[in-house]
T-cell receptor, first 112, second 114 residues
Framework: GAVVSQHPSWVICKSGTSVKIECRSLDFQATTMFWYRQFPKQSLMLMATSNEGSKATYEQGVEKDKFLINHASLTLSTLTVTSAHPEDSSFYIC????????FGPGTRLTVT | QKEVEQDPGPLSVPEGAIVSLNCTYSNSAFQYFMWYRQYSRKGPELLMYTYSSGNKEDGRFTAQVDKSSKYISLFIRDSQPSDSATYLCAMSLGSQGGSEKLVFGKGTKLTVNP
């Protein structure tokens, strides 16, 4: 199947700092990518839809000024968690479409 | 009522058992149904993908969709310890290959004991 990568796989940051997470489609072009958040023992919750060359579409309740999404090319979308707080600690997963939806390996964010 | 309901388990079975995982849903407009397997601290991996009602088989895995009952199932035959993971059902309205937004169940944690 198609390959989606994420970087970093694990990051620890201090409260108040910003963290950028990258999502790349390695062997296909993706005009649309999705960002999910998963808390322990919970299912994936869609945060936003990232569209290449245009603004992201955020789900209800997700702060667009806190979770900045940039989809600058057909193979790269970035999620920046601004002014991170401990409650933002979670597993962030991106996905992209190549026929069906493929997921990246996830990024574990811990905010201390 | 949540859009997708899935028993979180945990489910523990002996090696070689037949495993049945299920989800129910409320939105009759869903047309694409997927099962993903997620190992601890990893992203979900697509296992099976089905359009509309019917059965689909792939090796030891069989996916069933009953749209009239709004009920989907995943069967695992001859289960192996390597099948131990969390299994997530997902569905979408998507018109192209099950793409677009997915709605997930909570996931069922399966342990296959050797």
């Amino acid at each position: 199947g198609a390959v989606v990568s994420q970087h970093p796989s694990w990051v620890i940051c201090k409260s108040g700092t910003s963290v950028k997470i990258e999502c790349r489609s390695l062997d296909f072009q993706a005009t649309t990518m999705f960002w999910y958040r998963q808390f322990p023992k919970q299912s994936l919750m869609l945060m936003a839809t990232s569209n290449e060359g245009s603004k992201a579409t955020y789900e209800q309740g997700v702060e667009k000024d806190k979770f900045l999404i940039n989809h600058a090319s057909l193979t790269l979308s970035t999620l920046t968690v601004t002014s991170a707080h401990p409650e933002d600690s979670s597993f962030y997963i991106c996905s992209a479409i190549s026929g069906v939806v493929y997921f990246g390996p996830g990024t574990r964010l811990t905010v201390t | 009522q949540k859009e997708v309901e899935q028993d979180p388990g945990p489910l523990s079975v002996p090696e070689g058992a037949i495993v049945s995982l299920n989800c129910t849903y409320s939105n009759s407009a869903f047309q694409y149904f997927m099962w993903y397997r997620q190992y601890s601290r990893k992203g979900p991996e697509l296992l099976m993908y089905t359009y509309s009602s019917g059965n689909k088989e792939d090796g030891r895995f069989t996916a069933q969709v009953d749209k009239s009952s709004k009920y989907i199932s995943l069967f695992i035959r001859d289960s192996q310890p390597s099948d131990s993971a969390t299994y997530l059902c997902a569905m979408s309205l998507g018109s192209q290959g099950g793409s677009e937004k997915l709605v997930f169940g909570k996931g069922t944690k399966l342990t296959v004991n050797p």
